[in-house]
């Protein structure tokens, strides 16, 4: 399965965006997927995580701000971003956890001015 993200753009701090997720294939039996941010100059990390039971994980950063979500019948995991900040700033890419290397996106870029 292969990802595509989408849904990226300029926002000012406090503003919100959703971010889609397409895959390739099924990804109801996918075990663990993950939103990861690549900040400017930086790794690409995870930030948070849903597993096949809709089980979720934060980072403290964006704990009551970001929502992770899937829909297996369209194949699509969301992530809905509140209260951006500054530092929520990068690219945003979208893989199982662990990620598969050859399962990456292009990413989508999330731009938050202060």
């Known amino acids: 399965v292969q990802f595509a993200e989408s849904g990226g753009g300029l926002v000012q701090a406090g503003e919100s965006l959703r971010l889609s997720c397409h895959a390739t294939?099924?990804?109801?039996?996918?075990?663990?997927m993950a939103w990861y941010l690549r900040p400017p100059g930086g790794q690409r990390d995870a930030v948070t995580i849903i597993d096949r039971t809709n089980k979720t994980y934060y980072i403290d950063s964006v704990k009551g701000r970001f929502t992770i979500g899937k829909d297996n019948a369209k194949n699509t995991m969301y992530l809905e971003m509140n209260s951006l900040k500054p530092e929520d700033t990068g690219v945003y890419f979208c893989?199982?956890?662990?990620?598969?290397?050859?399962?990456w996106g292009q990413g989508t870029q999330v731009t938050v001015s202060s």
């Open positions: 893989n199982y956890m662990p990620p598969a290397p050859g399962s």
């Open positions: 294939g099924s990804i109801a039996s996918i075990d663990k």
